[in-house]
């Protein structure tokens, strides 16, 4: 076999591995926001019950619980983007944040036993949403990394892969759940 | 579960009049060793030089007998400190355990079963032989747990059928239960690639580790830098080791200055601290009323039993409640 010919085939090799790996890559980010998703969905789900078992008491908070089920009803609108859920997911998390906040401030509904459930369930859903989205942002770097770096981003030019962005990790996020605080027991 | 200033207040008060006691049956027995070792030593050293002697420059003999000899002088050396060591386990680890928290039981004899290391997917392959002793079972806080001293052996046989062992695992090997629901299974390992190559190299062979299951990159720079995750599931992987589980874990493994194993299988949490020798012996030639010597102990066991605290393993917030 002539040089010229193993060189070619040894590029073609190359080629095929690093067009594979840009692949997976991008696989693994639709992978893993396929799971985020899930878990975004089961906190959703657990919204109407949420608020029908708050807003008997709660008068002053009526704007954060609207602002909450119009939220929701615009995430269980079909076709939004990967953006836009995102987006979602941050004004959510910051008006449930609220609410639960308020409840401390309602003796019945500390001493409620569903809203405590409630409570629950959402300290749960919210621990595995904050360890998918840490997956994602991992997959997202790792590709977004792969489209900058030399010699996938000549591939990945040619394949028209566009950078993604990650989810913004709020700051408290970082901290863990204090649940001595949460329950206030 | 008592503090480690507790835990010292007790042994140099309460276990004081036994350890009077133990510091001169230690004397004794040291004095024994030292004056039996001696003429051991001389008795040796004459039949060896006779051995020279008569065997004509045969040097084979000669070493065959060194070989006998030392092991001989090994055998009586742990017959003579056997009594001693017993008895140190009985008066002082047996009352310790029992104070740090009354709910543990020890077992000096026994150790973690085999089927617990193995289940612990931290080592890929099965070890061909176990010991250990230094079982210590029971509940902290509501939570199960057991640790023993732990050692696990490989067995290696080259082409003229001589065996050799050599070590897979030698320390403490801590079984308790986890605080969150899980079904995948997570190990993080000490990380030797990424030390020893660089985070490129390392990475890379990290990544091709064809024995573990997925690479699971962490956000917490320090973390990253000790250890290596490996998981069968990403996000679980992230929803068991919070910021907060890291932190402690980099803090546990800095406090036992030892390598640190840690492994999420079946609902259960596996420790394994590499301290590669035997834990909880006493030494002849090392009195226990000695600070240092005292603290090792104290140390060693506070540190263990006080994992489900360390790690806020009995905090059930999650969905085992």
């Known amino acids: ?185 | 579960m008592k503090s480690i200033s507790e835990l010292t207040d007790f042994y140099y008060k309460t276990l004081y009049p036994v350890l009077q006691e133990l510091e001169k049956e230690r004397e004794a027995v040291k004095s024994r060793v030292i004056k039996l070792g001696i003429s051991y030593l001389i008795i040796a050293a004459f039949i060896g030089v006779v051995i020279l002697r008569y065997s004509n420059g045969e040097i084979d003999m000669f070493l065959f007998f060194c070989f006998a000899a030392f092991t001989l002088g090994a055998i009586l050396y742990k017959y003579l400190v056997k009594g001693y060591k017993s008895t140190f386990k009985e008066k002082i680890i047996a009352p310790l355990i029992k104070e740090l928290d009354e709910n543990l039981e020890y077992l000096p004899k026994r150790h973690i079963d085999e089927t617990y290391f193995t289940r612990s997917r931290l080592f890929t392959s099965r070890p061909d032989r176990v010991s250990g002793n230094d079982y210590i079972h029971g509940k902290i806080d509501g939570v199960p747990i057991q640790l023993s001293d732990f050692h696990a052996e490989k067995r290696h046989q080259d082409s003229k059928n001589n065996t050799s062992w050599t070590t897979m695992f030698q320390g403490l090997f801590i079984v308790s239960e986890f605080n969150k629901n899980f079904k995948g299974q997570t190990v993080v390992l000490p990380d030797r690639a990424q030390s020893t190559f660089g985070d490129l190299v390392g990475n890379w062979l990290q990544s091709n580790n064809f024995s573990r299951s997925e690479l699971v990159k962490m956000d917490n720079p320090e973390f990253e830098k000790e250890f290596v995750v490996y998981s069968t599931d990403q996000v679980e992987a992230r929803y068991i080791l919070t910021h907060t589980l890291m932190q402690k874990l980099l803090h546990y493994q800095k406090q036992s200055k030892h390598p640190l194993y840690a492994s999420f299988v079946g609902g259960n949490i596996y420790l394994a601290i590499a301290y590669n020798k035997d834990l909880f012996e006493a030494s002849v030639f090392h009195s226990l009323l000695k600070y240092k010597i005292a603290m090792e102990y104290l140390k060693t066991l506070h540190l263990a039993v006080g994992v489900v605290k360390e790690l806020n393993l009995n905090q059930k917030l999650w969905s085992k409640i």
Request: no cysteine; glycine share 0%; hydrophobic share 45%.
């Open chain 1, 1 to 185: 076999m002539s040089t010229p010919l193993i060189v070619l085939i040894v590029i073609v090799i190359l080629i095929i591995l690093m067009y594979n790996s840009l692949v997976a890559k991008k696989n693994q980010v639709d992978n893993i926001f396929a799971a985020v998703d899930t878990q975004l969905k089961k906190r959703y789900d657990l919204i109407p019950n949420l608020v029908a078992s708050v807003s008997k008491y709660m008068e002053h908070e009526k704007s954060i619980l609207n602002e909450v089920t119009k939220l929701r009803a615009e995430a269980n609108r079909p076709n939004i983007s990967n953006e836009h859920k995102m987006a979602l997911d941050a004004k959510m998390s910051a008006a449930l944040g609220s609410i639960m906040v308020a409840v401390e401030n309602y003796p019945e509904l500390k001493a409620n036993k569903n809203v405590l459930h409630l409570q629950h369930s959402l300290n749960e859903v919210e621990a595995q949403i904050a360890a998918a989205r840490r997956a994602y942002n991992q997959a997202v770097t790792d590709y977004n990394n792969a489209l900058e770096q030399i010699p996938t981003n000549i591939l990945a030019t040619m394949m028209h892969y566009q950078p993604k962005k990650v989810f913004e990790i709020d700051k408290s996020e970082r901290k863990n759940v204090n649940v001595k605080e949460l329950f206030n027991t």
